[in-house]
């Protein structure tokens, strides 16, 4: 196993592959967060039958993304392969390009985390180029929140970077967020190769990512549960109770993601 590969050997329900492309570490103030450990997180995905998940920290998202993404590191070095990496950036940081370009070569780190709402950023601003060039020199993926409607990250802001930026793999996380946004997200995709949707956010439900599906192609979404921030186990049972056919199941679950990060590998 490469330092950037994903586990084996652990299956979900049907002999399933899983990696989740969207987690968290620690706690975040509004939300309840029973277990925000990284042996917590690697106990629920053994019981959920995940094999990676990869995770920022919250505390980097929230205020202080050098202790947090510290943390980061000591959960990836504990946990190779079950656990993997987003290096958080703070466009805010004057000493944030270096310092991520020195977290990228770390082993486990398979990309940068962007979080436009939490920093009160555009993803658009040219304050975020550094981060894109880092990822494309580091061959890595970007993952960053979505919110329709959102001033910072809404979908129009998504089309925009990815065809700034067409060689960087962009994860649309919560696929915006809200159900009148996954319209709009799908919209983005199909103009954007490089745009991937993801699937984690309360508000999801199995009938719109069928449709998601259904609109865009399974090689273009990947699971994610978001969690600690919420429950594994609902993020994951809304896949794989969703009407799809078992070749986009798979592909939802695993493929897209494990095609990602071979991009990264390679």
């Known amino acids: 196993m490469t330092p950037l590969a ?13 990696i989740d492309a969207h987690g968290h570490l620690g706690r975040w103030g509004a939300f309840a967060i029973p277990d925000g ?26 205020p202080d993304a050098r202790a947090g993404n510290a943390l980061l590191l000591k959960a990836l070095a504990a946990h190779p392969g079950r656990l993997l990496g987003y290096a958080v950036h703070n466009p805010h940081d004057p000493e944030a390009a270096p310092r991520l370009r020195e977290l990228l070569a770390v082993p486990g780190v398979i990309g940068v985390k962007l979080h436009p709402e939490v920093h009160e950023l555009a993803l658009d601003d040219p304050a975020y180029t550094p981060a894109f060039e880092a990822a494309a020199d580091h061959g890595r993926v970007v993952l960053a929140h979505s919110e329709h409607d959102s001033r910072w990250a809404d979908a129009p802001r998504f089309v925009t970077v990815a065809s700034r930026h067409p060689g960087v793999p962009l994860l649309m996380g919560h696929s915006g967020l809200f159900p009148q946004g996954y319209g709009p997200a799908a919209e983005a995709a199909v103009r ?29 979404i990947a699971f ?14 809304r896949v794989l109770l969703a009407d799809l056919a078992e070749n986009d199941r798979e592909q939802v679950l695993h493929g897209t993601m494990a095609a990602l990060l071979s991009r990264a590998t390679g």
């Open 224 to 237: 994610g549960s978001d969690a600690v921030f919420l429950d594994l186990r609902i993020g994951l049972g």
């Open 192 to 220: 954007c190769p490089s745009l991937v949707l993801e699937t984690c956010g309360s508000r999801m439900t199995a009938r719109h990512l069928t449709r998601l599906v259904a609109e865009v192609g399974a090689d273009r």
């Open 37 to 62: 450990s990284a042996a917590g997180l690697v106990a629920m995905m053994d019981r959920c039958g995940v094999a990676t998940a990869c995770v920022s920290h919250l505390l980097a998202v929230g």
């Open 6 to 18: 994903p586990a084996a050997g652990v299956r979900a329900p049907g002999g399933l592959r899983v």
